[in-house]
């Protein structure tokens, strides 16, 4: 097999078992070799080092035996191993003469193993995980956890290896931007292969990239990560980055939105209003509902905002906040879509209905998040284009991709976005409508 330049850099870092690198990212652009290369490593590997264990995942299984596999066998092939090992699909495994195997396994999350348990008894001696943007970024932890099988036999180090296309879930933070902003942890590292880094690849491939539409072209050609071409996703990248420069939007009636932590990590976000510019953002951790419901209280007076304009999420504890705050409302998210104009509107409940609205207003440029922490940009960012359509081809209302699903995608709970969202409120149901 002839290496690239690339491929030869990754595979000195999984090699060398000194240099206390456990997690690698190989990929960030088509063409550039990246189940080549993982497919190589585990080969070598379990022919190197006898009776170890190896992990090859994907997403999906059936995904994973139709490219990846496919990889392996051809890999093996162009090095004259095809003789030495047998591939069982039954028992989704292959196995080498020498007592090596590579374990073919589905790492796609499931609700009733959100821990994923189903993993809790394997032991490897390593892995390579394809196209990890797919998984959530507790199975590629789990797996990484269970990389001790042998170690101590052969003088090796724990190493998990990931490939991927640019994204925008948990690996755009967890890797590239870290990097990017030189704050890569010494136990990671990041080799981004390009199409033009592999001058083995097929010219038809590379002229049938450059047919495609933009966005496609900017990640897969250049390996651009700000671009994402998800049709699910609502907002584009380039109107929510003008989020927060749209100084052409007008001052108005103030209003204060507040979305309260419930549990963990979350925390309670509360946004103030003029108009459609949130002129005042606070971020509140571990504080109860009488502390939070003093700081929204010490907000509407110093904005002059009246109770009658102020919505606090209801569901859970925010109920306590809002009944120590009389005259405020409160948002039920799981509540049916308000009727509009007389006519019920095709949403599965009031927060997918604000959340369809909210988005048409970011795409359309009328809202503007003035002065806006660097935090609270990229963050705010990430959890934007994780807003998304759920069941895009099914018939019925529309819906959204629960918090859950954002929360697994970005590795952290959202906090930012529903305190946003819940601005639309008052656009739907009005103040003086006599509806509240």
Not at 196 to 202: E, F, L, R, V, Y
Not at 253 to 270: E, F, N, P, Q
Not at 316 to 324: I, K, L, N, T, Y
């Amino acid at each position: 097999m002839h290496l690239t330049l690339k491929q030869t850099r990754a595979l000195d870092l999984l090699e060398d078992h000194t240099n206390g690198v456990s997690e690698i990212l190989f990929g960030g652009g088509a063409g550039g070799g990246k189940s080549q290369v993982g497919a190589y490593w585990l080969g070598k590997s379990a022919l190197k080092y006898p009776g170890t264990r190896w992990l090859m995942a994907r997403k999906d299984i059936i995904t994973l035996k139709e490219t990846t596999l496919v990889s392996f066998f051809d890999v093996m092939k162009r090095q004259g191993a095809t003789g030495l090992y047998q591939y069982s699909e039954n028992r989704n495994e292959i196995r080498f003469k020498n007592g090596s195997i590579i374990l073919l396994k589905e790492l796609k999350y499931k609700p009733s193993d959100e821990q994923y348990d189903s993993l809790g008894s394997l032991e490897i001696t390593g892995g390579f995980i394809d196209e990890i943007p797919q998984i959530t970024q507790k199975a590629w932890q789990v797996a990484k956890s269970r990389i001790r099988y042998k170690l101590d036999d052969f003088g090796l180090s724990p190493k998990l290896l990931g490939s991927c296309n640019p994204s925008k879930a948990w690996v755009y933070a967890y890797f590239y931007k870290a990097q990017k902003e030189g704050k890569l942890e010494p136990h990671k590292a990041f080799i981004q292969s390009l199409l033009t880094d592999n001058p083995h690849i097929s010219k038809h491939y590379l002229e049938n990239l450059r047919t495609m539409d933009q966005a496609s072209r900017e990640r897969l050609m250049l390996g651009n990560w700000e671009y994402d071409d998800d049709p699910t996703a609502l907002m584009g990248y380039d109107a929510i980055c003008d989020l927060f420069r749209n100084q052409h939007v007008p001052t108005g009636l103030g209003y204060i939105t507040a979305d309260i932590a419930r549990m963990g990590d979350d925390k309670t976000v509360i946004r103030v209003w003029s108009g459609w510019r949130n002129v005042h953002t606070l971020r509140l951790a571990k504080k109860d509902t009488r502390e939070v419901a003093a700081e929204i209280l010490k907000l509407a007076i110093k904005y002059q905002v009246p109770m009658s304009r102020v919505v606090v999420d209801e569901d859970g504890v925010g109920g306590g906040v809002r009944d120590q705050l009389p005259g405020a409302k409160g948002f039920l998210n799981g509540s049916s879509a308000v009727k509009v104009a007389g006519e019920k509107e095709n949403y599965e409940n009031l927060k997918t209905q604000c959340g369809y609205r909210l988005a048409k207003r970011v795409n359309e440029g009328s809202i503007w998040v003035v002065n806006a922490t660097v935090e609270e940009q990229e963050q705010l960012t990430e959890e934007m284009e994780q807003v998304k359509r759920r069941d895009a081809d099914k018939d019925g209302p529309l819906r959204l991709q629960p918090k859950q699903v954002m929360a697994q995608a970005l590795g952290r709970s959202p906090d930012w976005w529903d305190a946003l969202m819940m601005r639309e409120y008052f656009e739907l149901v009005g103040n003086y409508q006599g509806l509240l």
